[in-house]
Each structure stands twice: as C-alpha cells, then as structure tokens.
C-alpha cells in the first residue's frame, strides 16, 4: 500500500516562531488533508489540498502532487497551537480509506 | 458546523467483557468510516460504509469486532470479547460522496481502556 511519511517526528518551537512540517507519499493520490489533533484526542480538519497553495490565518499549505510532498506551514505560532498533525492520503475512487502519517508532534512553549 | 457525535467518549472495560461504540455522521453524508489509533501513531481504517452496506472491512478483525449502519444514518461499533490489545482510540469519520472537495469530519473518539 501506499507509504505516508511525515517530518520531523517531534518539533519544539518558541511562542512566535514560524515551522514547516512535511509530508511525503509513495504514490498519486486524489486527495490530500492535514489534521490537527488537540490534546483530547479529536482531529480537527485543517485543509483539504489534494494540488496547490491554501490559506487560512497563520497556517498555509502546499501540495506538489507531481512530486509527491505536502508542506504545512505554521507562522506565528501560538502555544494553542501544540498537539499533533497529520497528513492523510487518500487514493483510489471518491471516498475510499484515508492513510495517515506517523504525525509530528509539535509543543510550543511560551 | 455540524459535527459528528460519538459516545461514550472514555469507557474502561474489563478484559473478555463486551463494549460497544456508537456514531452518528452529519446529516447528508452517505460515507461513514470507523478508525482506530493506536497511542502514538496514526489512525488506521477498521469498517467503512457508503450508506448501510460496508464497502471495506478488510482490516476489521471480525473474530471479535462487528459494526453496523442499519438504515444508514448512525452506526454501532462492538468488541466481543475484548482483549487488552484493543486498548485505543475509536474514531467515527463521515463524508459526502460526491461532490468532493469537502474532506473527511471527525467526532471526538472514544477512548478505551481494556484492564
């Protein structure tokens, strides 16, 4: 099956800096999302990006599908902002199984 | 926004006794998927379901898991009996079938804790 691969594993930030977290996958997918998962567990839907560039508030992503990455960018970071993120892929026909990421655990500190 | 419910949202459960999850999609999503996280790692597919028929379940162990979506609206997850190594995260997901463009919604998972 498909291989997502998510960097880096852990990433500690001061209040305010700015980081990038990375997605790797193995094959053409048809959809792309990134997920926040806040320290109760629930994951909360940050972008549906299968191509290109979206913003929304400090964060932003980019996927380059012909090149199989995704970048999320994290800028002004807020200690709300702690918890992990995912990258999920889906392949195949509209709605099949989402394969998710290792995650990146991020801890900003104040 | 709508959301997706899920209860319980922790349940402790002694090992070889029955639990069950139950899951109820936003409304008009004809596409439900059951996931299980393992602490540490990502969530990973158990059941999915395009209305009341499962279209993928080739990761559920059905010697002891079932799930259903009798009128396909909200759904039941079981675990009988459970085991130690069930101990995890359950996580119910819905979308819209088509058109696409809308992404998967998550609820707030149940935590299990088999003793």
């Known amino acids: 099956g498909i291989q997502v691969e998510q960097s880096p594993p852990d990433l500690i930030l001061q209040e305010g800096a700015n980081s990038t977290l990375r997605c790797n996958f193995s094959d053409s997918v048809n959809n792309l999302q990134w997920f926040h998962q806040n320290p109760w567990g629930q994951l909360i839907n940050l972008f549906y990006?299968?191509?290109g560039t979206k913003q929304n508030g400090r964060l932003s992503a980019t996927t380059v599908a012909t090149e199989r990455y995704s970048l999320l960018y994290i800028s002004s970071s807020q200690t709300t902002d702690s918890g992990v993120y995912f990258c999920?892929?889906?392949?195949?026909?509209?709605?099949?199984?989402?394969?998710f990421g290792e995650g990146t655990q991020l801890t900003v500190n104040p | 926004e709508a959301e997706v419910a899920q209860s319980p949202r922790y349940k402790i459960t002694e090992k070889s006794q029955a639990v069950a999850f139950w899951c109820d999609p936003i409304s008009g999503h004809a596409t439900l998927y059951w996931y299980r996280q393992i602490l540490g790692q990502g969530p990973e597919l158990l059941v999915q379901?395009?209305?009341?028929?499962?279209?993928?379940d080739s990761q559920l162990p059905k010697d002891r898991f079932s799930a259903e979506r009798l009128k396909g609206v909200d759904s039941t997850l079981k675990i009988q009996p459970a085991e130690l190594g069930d101990s995890a995260m359950y996580l119910c997901?819905?979308?819209?079938?088509?058109?696409?463009?809308?992404?998967?919604?998550f609820g707030s998972g149940t935590r299990l804790t088999v003793v």
């Open positions: 999920a892929v889906e392949q195949g026909t509209s709605g099949s199984r989402l394969t």
């Open positions: 379901f395009q209305d009341e028929s499962v279209v993928d």
């Open positions: 997901a819905s979308s819209k079938a088509t058109p696409r463009g809308y992404g998967y919604t």
């Open positions: 990006i299968p191509s």
